[in-house]
T-cell receptor, first 112, second 113 residues
Framework: QKEVEQDPGPLSVPEGAIVSLNCTYS??????FMWYRQYSRKGPELLMY????GNKEDGRFTAQVDKSSKYISLFIRDSQPSDSATYLC????????????FGAGTRLAVHP | DVKVTQSSRYLVKRTGEKVFLECVQD?????MFWYRQDPGLGLRLIYF???????EKGDIPEGYSVSREKKERFSLILESASTNQTSMYLC????????????FGPGTRLTVT
């Protein structure tokens, strides 16, 4: 079983829709939770990160962490064609140096 | 703006060849990483380095080696390329222990025939 599971999609939604992207994980030691966005033919870039539990909002994007369920989500409101990309969740433990564990990525297409 | 550059966008090599992938970052970051990205498998860590001349194995180091002689440069070496090393290779860098924010290069698409 992978430490981090992410539905690869693809997910296709109309412009303006609310998008929900999710990951589950098995290691309760994870404390940092990240979402990276990767456009076609580009490297991933950090979109949001959350430490421990709770919500974090940045413009149209909201990241949620539910540690009791070992489940994280990224919501995109009023989705735009420019949001079309692959979204990767990533996690790490706290303390010292710890590597990031990435999900497989979900491909999202927002059509006009 | 942090910039991570990789020596090639596309590379085609033959089985058994020695392959060098170069990565350079311009933000004086301590940490540098090499990943490979395959469909359905996400990013898998090959090697990382937290200082000059230091290296640590990641999850899939077999068939690879690395070199970090200067802080800004991290090289990935495929000693004898094989077809199962056909993949997208991504280099990343980060500062200190706050490595949750990694800055990635554009990737090198390597095909081994």
């Amino acid at each position: 079983q992978k430490e981090v599971e992410q539905d690869p999609g693809p997910l296709s939604v109309p412009e303006g829709a609310i998008v929900s992207l999710n990951c589950t994980y098995s290691n309760s030691a994870f404390q940092y939770f990240m979402w990276y966005r990767q456009y076609s033919r580009k490297g991933p870039e950090l979109l949001m990160y959350t430490y421990s539990s709770g919500n974090k909002e940045d413009g149209r994007f909201t990241a949620q962490v539910d540690k009791s369920s070992k489940y994280i989500s990224l919501f995109i409101r009023d989705s735009q064609p420019s949001d079309s990309a692959t979204y990767l969740c990533a996690m790490r433990k706290t303390g010292g140096y710890n590597k990031l564990i990435f999900g497989a990525g979900t491909r999202l297409a927002v059509h006009p | 703006d942090v910039k991570v550059t990789q020596s090639s966008r596309y590379l085609v090599k033959r089985t058994g060849e020695k392959v060098f992938l170069e990565c350079v970052q311009d933000m004086d970051h301590e940490n540098m990483f090499w990943y490979r990205q395959d469909p359905g498998l996400g990013l898998r860590l090959i090697y990382f380095s937290y200082d000059v001349k230091m290296k640590e194995k990641g999850d899939i180091p077999e068939g690879y080696s690395v070199s970090r002689e200067k802080k800004e440069r991290f090289s990935l070496i495929l000693e004898s390329a094989s077809t199962n090393q056909t993949s997208m290779y991504l280099c990343a860098s980060s500062t200190g222990t706050a490595n949750y924010e990694q800055y990635f290069g554009p990737g090198t698409r390597l095909t081994v025939t």
